[in-house]
């Protein structure tokens, strides 16, 4: 079952990827992402495989299994992102192009590549004495995907002429960068199992990075919009007041679109971490 879907993971990514470079999809900072992403799982899950087939599991100094699922998980997160973000830039830039129906095709395999990952986990943690792995927990997926999305925002930022030279936008840039960081220290503690090195408990370290991440990640959703689409601050407040928005001539993403997929990104990944927030206080709260 494990090596049918490794297969089906290498055969979906690379079938992503070629598809994706056919189309000149790496021209774009949209682009470099999702072909980054199919190039990365490719690679990985070819690397595993190869271990697996030649019975090299036992000999690394950390848990294979842990190692696995942690791998499998992030892929499948990866994948997802992919196959969200891809579609919606390159199947709108493409409507009117022979290169259509391959953005689709591409789509469609970076799905199946996401089913395969999470089927992959799935069948990693039915095996009989598993022990899960933290990045198969509700606690790690959630960190995981506060990075992804943080990873998504990071692209479209850049451009940097979106925030330069504007302190607040500036500001929500730190935002971004601090709580990135945070969540990777989280899951990094708990991957190293230096969790328990710590002088006070994980979840109560993991409560409070948390909390101070959506008091961040709330000035950042006030600000943003509010410098980039105030028209008092001489900005555009309707994307019809963008040319390059309007004129449908263009081949990337405008700068419009750009500053409103930031701002709907930053939303998306508070609501993230205000679910991280309640579920941890959840935990913490029961345990004592």
């Not at 792995?133 to 606690?139: F, I, K, L, N």
């Not at 991957?191 to 961040?216: A, E, H, M, W, Y």
């Not at 407040?237 to 040319?243: A, G, H, M, T």
């Amino acid at each position: 079952m494990g090596c049918c879907l490794r297969q089906l993971q290498l055969f979906s990514t690379c079938m992503a990827f070629s598809l994706g470079a056919s189309v000149g999809t790496w021209k774009g900072a949209i682009g470099n992402w999702s072909m980054f992403i199919w190039c990365f799982c490719f690679v990985l899950t070819l690397l595993i495989l190869i271990v697996e087939l030649c019975g090299l599991e036992g000999h690394f100094p950390f848990s294979w299994d842990n190692f696995l699922i942690t791998c499998n998980c992030y892929s499948a997160l990866l994948c997802l992102s992919a196959s969200i973000i891809y579609p919606i830039i390159y199947v709108q830039l493409l409507s009117n192009s022979h290169d259509w129906d391959r953005t689709i095709i591409s789509t469609a395999f970076s799905c199946i590549a996401f089913v395969a990952y999470a089927m992959d986990v799935t069948w990693t943690r039915a095996q009989p004495n598993m022990i899960t792995g933290y990045m198969a927990t509700v606690p790690g997926l959630l960190k995981g995907l506060e990075t992804i999305v943080a990873c998504v925002i990071f692209v479209f930022l850049s451009n940097t002429s979106l925030y330069l030279h504007q302190p607040a936008l500036e500001w929500c840039v730190a935002v971004y960068s601090i709580c990135f960081i945070l969540s990777s220290v989280a899951i990094l503690l708990n991957l190293g199992k230096c969790d328990n090195r710590l002088s006070i408990p994980f979840s109560i370290f993991q409560l409070v990075l948390t909390l101070l991440s959506v008091l961040l990640y709330t000035t950042a959703l006030l600000l943003w919009p509010l410098y980039q689409f105030n028209e008092e601050l001489g900005r555009q407040p309707q994307r019809s007041s963008d040319v390059n928005c309007s004129s449908g001539l263009s081949t990337s993403v405008c700068i419009w679109d750009q500053q409103l997929a930031v701002v709907s990104l930053t939303a998306i990944n508070l609501l993230i971490y205000v679910t991280d927030l309640v579920f941890s206080a959840r935990l913490n709260f029961n345990s004592s």
